[in-house]
């Protein structure tokens, strides 16, 4: 991964997910949200994931863009390995 890619990475791990965060400082970190205030976050990164996933659940398969749909949208059902090789088309 090259560094650019690598520093949008964990910038969106420590966003999402609070990676590194038990590495800053408390009024470092203080800071940091004073400076660039979250507001409601965690709801705003959900409800984009979901909007960007729900007209194409089947891009989900093995990713963990599956467990958003299935927490938030009635009626997903995550596809299983076993399912795709019994309904694979090939004769048996």
């Known amino acids: 991964m090259g560094p650019e890619i690598a520093a949008t990475n964990y910038g969106v791990l420590t966003d999402a997910i609070g990676w590194g965060l038990d590495e800053i400082?408390?009024?470092?970190?203080e800071?940091?949200?004073?400076?660039?205030p979250r507001?409601?976050?965690?709801?705003?990164?959900?409800?984009?994931?979901?909007?960007?996933?729900?007209?194409?659940?089947d891009t989900t398969y093995g990713t963990i863009?599956?467990?958003?749909?299935?927490?938030?949208?009635p009626g997903f059902q995550r596809p299983s390995m076993v399912e795709r090789v019994r309904n694979a088309p090939w004769p048996r």
């Open 25 to 29: 400082e408390g009024d470092r970190l």
């Open 39 to 57: 507001g409601d976050l965690k709801k705003e990164f959900l409800e984009a994931f979901v909007e960007g996933l729900k007209d194409r659940p």
């Open 65 to 73: 863009n599956a467990d958003v749909l299935e927490h938030f949208v």
């Open 31 to 36: 800071e940091i949200v004073t400076a660039h």
